[in-house]
């Protein structure tokens, strides 16, 4: 009989509270301005791999999947002009932690993903290899039910993350034969 209780108690807070959803491809999106790059990266990007992200289980915590991290990633990199289906330079993601809180009112989740930006005229040579780590944070005020709270923090982590990818390579100067960060 207790059991029965504690399985209608838990059962009326799922109810009350939702199912966990993951992080939506267009909250991922960098909308903010186009950014200045090098003239040989402009519509010669192509996504080559997005990997290490996990599906949402709707009974647990939402999480950031390979798809919705790599759709935003696209639609950022098409709406900064750099895109291209099959650009001269290929880009890789790894989703290499998504660290979240159990519980607590504000949620700060922290993205860490390792881009690698490699030129396929020049036999693969990497052009940059960064892991960017980019925090945010979602409150109460954003989200009462923790579960849409955790989702918020997560698409404003990829977010942030991928405006962190965006400064990189507005950073990047890439001249023949010769490939280096600016300072």
Sequence with gaps: MRNARILAVLAALIYLTGCASGAKMGNMVYEGPVKAYDTALENNV??????GGEETNPAWTSEIDNDAFAGALKQTLQKQGLLSGSGRYQLEAL???????????NFEVTTQVKYILSDRDNNGAVVMNETIVAPYTATVGDAFAAIKRLRLANEGSGNANIQGLLEKLSELQIQPGDIALSQ
Excluded: A, Y
Aim: proline content about 6%; hydrophobic content about 45%.
């Design 46 to 51: 192509d996504v080559t791999n997005v990997s």
């Design 95 to 105: 989703l290499l932690e998504v660290d979240q809180p159990m519980f607590g009112l």
